[in-house]
Nanobody, 124 residues
C-alpha cells in the first residue's frame, strides 16, 4: 500500500521559518519524482516545488522562489520543504505527491500518488 504522510505544518507568524516533511512508503522512493503543492481556502491547488528522482533540476512556483527549498533524502524515503520568511499568503494545506512519469515538474496531472496534506497557517 502506497502512503505519503506529510508533517510539520502548524501556526506560525509572518517571517518565521518552517520545514515540512513527507515520508513515503510502498514505493521505490529513489525512483520517483516528488512535488509539493498547496491549496488555500477558496483557491485551486497550486504548484510549490518539485525535485526529480535524480535530485537535481528542482523547480519552484513563482510565489515561493527564493524563500522555499525542496530536498530529499532517499535513505529516509523523505522529501522536505524548507520554508523561509513565511507570509500570510502562504497559508494553505500543503500536499506532497509522487510520480515516476518524466521528471515530474509543475503539472499536477502527472502525479500519481498524493498525501493527505498538512496545514500551514501564517498569521500577520
Amino acid at each position: 500500500q502506497v502512503q505519503l504522510v506529510e508533517s510539520g505544518g502548524r501556526l506560525v507568524q509572518a517571517g518565521d521559518s518552517l520545514r515540512l516533511s513527507c515520508v513515503v512508503t510502498g514505493l521505490p522512493f529513489s525512483g520517483y519524482n516528488m512535488g509539493w503543492f498547496r491549496r488555500a481556502p477558496g483557491k485551486e491547488r497550486e504548484f510549490v516545488a518539485s525535485i526529480p528522482w535524480l535530485g537535481g533540476g528542482t523547480k519552484y512556483g513563482d510565489s515561493v522562489k527564493g524563500r522555499f527549498l525542496i530536498n530529499r533524502d532517499n535513505g529516509q524515503n523523505t522529501v522536505y520543504l524548507q520554508m523561509l520568511n513565511l507570509k500570510p499568503e502562504d497559508t494553505a494545506a500543503y500536499y506532497c505527491a509522487a510520480t515516476n512519469r518524466g521528471m515530474g515538474g509543475d503539472d499536477e496531472a502527472l502525479y500519481e500518488y498524493w498525501g493527505q496534506g498538512t496545514q500551514v497557517t501564517v498569521s500577520s
